[in-house]
C-alpha cells in the first residue's frame, strides 16, 4: 500500500488545534499507509496531544509562530507570513515533501497559497473549489464554489474537466452527466457568460455534457456534475446551508410544540436522523481546489474532528485515484 503524506494547517480552523490533533489522531489508528505533518503553534499541539497513544514514526510537528487569520489581505499574508502554519506547510508540499495539503483556515489564504506556492496543472487557467451537494439519489458536484467570483466561458469548460475528472475518482460510473446551472433549459437564455460556456461545452463530445440544469433541478439526482461561475456557486452554497439549517430547525420546533407531536417525532426519529446524515457536510470533508499541481483541500471553517478526519481521508481517496492525472489526460484529449 502506497504512502499517503499529507501536510496539515493546524491553527486555521474555528475550534483551534485541539480538533485536527484529534482528528490526525484517529486517522492514523484506522488507516496505516498515512504520514501526517502537522504545522503550529507546538505548545498547543503537544497539549492537544497529551495522553494519546499514536505512531510517532507516521505523526511529525513542524513549529511555526504566525497563523494567516480571515481579515488579512490574502496575498499580503501569504508574502508577509513566511512561517505561518498555511505558508509552511504549503512550502513543504511544494518541495516533495508531502503528496497533499489540507487547511480550515482562510479561504482566500488557501487559495492565494495553493496558487502562487503549489502552481496549476499546465493548460489549467484558473482553479476551482468543489464540493458534493445532496440529491435524491447519488450527490452531485457543483463547482466553482467561490475561488472565481468572474469567470470567462473558457474557464467554466474547464471547471467541466476538473469537475468529471473528480467525480469519476470518487464514484466511478460509464456516463458522467455534466450540466451548466442557468436560469432556463433552453440553449438560449441565460447571460452571456452561460450562452458562450454553453457553446463550448457542447462541442466537447467527450464531456458527457446534458445541456443547462435550473437550480431547482440541482437536487434532482438527475445530474452528476454542476458547473458555474465562483459567485453563483458561493450563492448557491450559502443558501442551501441557510436553508437546510432552517428546514431542520423549524422540523424540531414543529415535533415538539405538543405532547401529540413530540410522541409522533419518536416514531419518526429514526428516519429523520438518517435523512439528516444526507445535509450534513462532516461525510464529505472538504472542498478540493482542484486543477493544482498539488491536492489542496479546504476543510469547513468550523469542522469538528469527525469532518477534519474526512477531509484527511478524502486527500488518501482523491491520490489513490490519481485524480491529478486523469485531469492531465483529459485536459490532453479536450486539445
Known amino acids: 500500500m502506497n504512502k499517503i503524506r499529507i501536510a496539515i494547517d493546524a ?3 474555528d475550534l483551534g488545534p485541539q480538533v485536527v490533533v484529534e482528528a490526525a489522531v484517529a486517522a492514523l489508528e ?3 499507509n498515512l504520514f501526517l505533518t502537522i504545522f503550529g503553534e507546538e505548545v498547543q499541539i503537544q497539549a492537544a496531544l497529551n495522553g494519546k497513544s499514536y505512531d510517532q514514526e507516521r505523526l511529525q510537528i513542524v513549529a511555526t509562530t504566525e497563523v494567516v487569520s480571515n481579515d488579512e489581505s490574502p496575498t499580503g499574508a501569504i508574502r508577509a507570513k513566511k512561517d505561518s502554519s498555511l505558508v509552511r506547510a504549503l512550502y513543504f508540499a511544494k518541495e516533495g515533501k508531502a503528496d497533499a495539503f489540507v487547511s480550515a483556515g482562510s479561504t482566500g489564504g488557501i487559495l492565494t497559497g495553493g496558487t502562487l506556492i503549489l502552481g496549476r496543472i499546465k493548460g489549467i487557467k484558473r482553479p476551482a473549489l468543489a464540493t458534493f451537494f445532496p440529491t435524491r439519489k447519488e450527490p452531485i458536484l457543483i463547482l466553482d ?29 460509464t456516463n458522467i452527466r455534466v450540466g451548466l446551472i442557468n436560469n432556463g433549459a433552453e440553449a438560449h437564455k441565460g447571460s452571456a457568460l452561460t450562452k458562450a460556456a454553453y457553446e463550448l461545452l457542447a462541442a466537447d463530445k467527450n464531456l458527457g455534457f446534458v445541456g443547462n ?7 434532482s439526482g438527475n445530474y452528476d456534475v454542476a458547473v458555474c461561475d465562483g459567485f453563483t456557486g458561493n450563492m448557491i452554497l450559502k443558501y442551501a446551508e441557510g436553508l437546510s439549517s432552517m428546514i431542520f430547525s423549524e422540523t424540531k420546533a414543529a415535533i415538539m410544540s405538543n405532547a401529540l407531536s413530540k410522541l409522533g417525532g419518536l416514531f419518526i426519529k429514526k428516519s ?8 450534513d457536510y462532516k461525510k464529505y470533508g472538504g472542498a478540493p481546489l482542484l486543477g493544482l499541481e498539488t491536492l489542496v483541500v479546504k476543510a469547513h471553517g468550523s469542522s469538528d474532528a469527525l469532518a477534519f478526519k474526512n477531509a484527511i481521508y478524502q486527500c488518501s481517496r482523491f491520490l489513490e485515484a490519481d485524480i491529478t492525472g486523469e485531469i492531465k489526460r483529459m485536459l490532453a484529449d479536450a486539445e
Not at 440544469?213 to 437536487?219: A, L, N, Q, S, V
Open 11 to 13: 491553527m486555521g480552523g
Open 30 to 32: 484506522e488507516k496505516n
Open 272 to 279: 429523520l436522523k438518517q435523512m439528516a446524515g444526507k445535509f
Open 213 to 219: 440544469i435550473e437550480p431547482r433541478e440541482i437536487h
Open 145 to 173: 464554489i467561490g475561488a472565481n467570483v468572474d469567470s470567462k466561458p473558457e474557464y467554466l469548460h474547464q471547471f467541466a474537466i476538473l469537475g468529471k475528472a473528480y467525480y469519476n475518482g470518487t464514484f466511478p460510473k
